[in-house]
Every structure is written in structure tokens, then in C-alpha cells.
């Protein structure tokens, strides 16, 4: 397998890029997750990714309250700290 340095050194750029943008992220997703780590970071966004992509399947937007209930249960799926939502689950 043939590498080149140029290769090497963006890929090796990339990765540390990554990891300081994670803890970045996570810094901020601490402020309202308390303890949380990078599996609930990497959960949160997925579930965001989620509704974003269900929403445009709908032919109306739900309304506001139920709208927040929807991302508070599918941004939580994943996650190994959970978090009080404040919403009633069944």
C-alpha cells in the first residue's frame, strides 16, 4: 500500500481536527447534559439528524409543544446517561 506523506498529513490533520471539535461540542452539550459524554453527544445529533429528516416526510409541522417532545424522546435514544426530560414517558 502506497502512502503518500500529503496523504498521511491531512489524514493525521483531520483527526486531531475531530477530536478538538468534539470537545468543543461536548463542552457545550455538558452546560444542559450534565456528565454526559461522547456516546450521548454522538446519540444527541443522530436523533437530531433524525427528526430533522422526519419532518420533511410530514405535510404539516406539528405543533410547538408536541414538536419538543418529539426531539426530548428521539435525541435521548442512544444515550447512555439519561436525562429528565420533564415529559411523561410510556
Do not use: W
Not at 9 to 16: D, G, I, V
Not at 51 to 59: D, N, S, T
Not at 67 to 88: D, E, M, P, W, Y
Amino acid at each position: 500500500m502506497n502512502l503518500s506523506q500529503t496523504a498521511v498529513t491531512n489524514a493525521a490533520n483531520l483527526a486531531f481536527f475531530m477530536v478538538n471539535l468534539s470537545h468543543h461540542l461536548l463542552a457545550d452539550f455538558r452546560f444542559s447534559n450534565p456528565g454526559s459524554g461522547i456516546i450521548d453527544l454522538k446519540a444527541h445529533y443522530r436523533g437530531f439528524r433524525y427528526v430533522h429528516e422526519i419532518l420533511k416526510m410530514l405535510p404539516e409541522t406539528p405543533e410547538p409543544i408536541l414538536l419538543n417532545q418529539i426531539f426530548a424522546k428521539l435525541t435521548s435514544l442512544g444515550r447512555i446517561h439519561a436525562v429528565a426530560t420533564g415529559f411523561k414517558t410510556s
